[in-house]
Nanobody, 124 residues
């Protein structure tokens, strides 16, 4: 059984930082990503990374502020978030593509497995 478990969310003031973690069990995938969903909005792409770390993509809204990384020995992916703003408030989800695919994708439908999400709230 494939499981993704996020942690690290919380309440932070604008301008602050948080580090999200996601541990995967039961599967070894090539591409892992982070998405987020704010109340009343669709789930949106945040960042994704290939297993070897050579391909990384960010949404325009987080580029320069967020950094995605992974630790393959721990089958984990991380999202270091800096300069947080109230518009970053959302539930953040970790996602995993099938090992068949090695390219980064921005569409949620390209990801098969999802974590339960972790809430990030940025106060102004």
């Amino acid at each position: 059984q494939v499981q993704l478990k996020e942690s690290g969310g919380g309440l932070v003031q604008a301008g602050g930082s948080l580090r999200l973690s996601c541990v995967v069990s039961g599967y070894l995938g090539q591409v892992m990503g982070w998405f987020r969903q704010a109340p009343g909005q669709e789930r949106e792409f945040v960042a994704a990374i290939t297993r070897n770390g050579e391909s990384v993509e960010y949404s325009d809204s987080v580029k320069g502020r967020f950094i995605i990384s992974r630790h393959n020995a721990r089958n984990s992916v991380y999202l270091q978030m800096s300069k947080l703003a109230p518009e970053d408030t959302a539930v953040y989800y970790c996602a995993l593509r099938s090992a068949t695919y090695r390219d980064v994708k921005r569409l949620a439908d390209e990801y098969v497995w999802w974590g339960q999400g972790t809430q990030v709230t940025v106060s102004s």
